[in-house]
């Protein structure tokens, strides 16, 4: 009995790599640092036909072009972009990050953020520019110990007199 449909894309790796990365994103550290250095410089800049809108409606946070004002706009109340701005809370990991996972220094915990969408053409205009706001969160207590086994401090004999002591 023939097969109910035929695999013709059996060895197509080729294709696919090209297809996955044809819809690539850029990453959270460079859209990060576009948003420290050069904001102002994505959100005003020159006309260009190649690109959607002539390159004037620029979504920072996602890095995607839009044809117009409102699809900007649309684009800012989908998940697609508060998940992107979620991810933007915390501080990108940096090369300095994985020395210290690697016992090269010790470790800090990343920051928290506070995001604001970028400011619409008119707002810009009128003065607004896209913040990035570093929280400064308490530190949290260290962990109390709660094992009620005594820790060994090298005198095991005294330990295991007190454990063979009956309990009263």
């Known amino acids: 009995m023939p ?3 035929k695999k013709m894309h059996d060895g197509d790796t080729h294709l696919r790599r090209r297809w996955r990365l044809r819809s690539r994103t850029r990453d959270m550290d460079l859209i990060d640092e576009d948003l420290k250095k050069n904001s102002d410089a994505l959100l005003n800049q020159e006309v260009d036909l190649e690109k959607p809108g002539f390159g004037q409606f620029y979504c920072i946070h996602c890095a995607q072009y839009y044809i117009n004002e409102r699809a900007l706009q649309d684009h800012f109340r989908t998940k697609v972009h508060k998940r992107r701005m979620k991810n933007l809370e915390v501080e990108p990991y940096t090369l300095e990050d994985s020395l210290k996972a690697a016992g090269q220094g010790s470790f800090v915990q990343p920051q928290k953020r506070k995001m604001e969408t970028q400011p619409s053409k008119q707002e810009y205009a009128a003065g607004k520019r896209v913040k990035v706001d570093v929280v400064i969160e308490e530190d949290k207590p260290a962990k109390q110990n709660l094992s009620k086994v005594p820790k ?3 005198q095991f ?4 007199e007190d454990l063979k002591k009956p309990a009263e």
């Open 157 to 160: 004999a005294r330990i295991m």
């Open 152 to 154: 060994y401090d090298g």
């Open 3 to 5: 097969y109910a449909r």
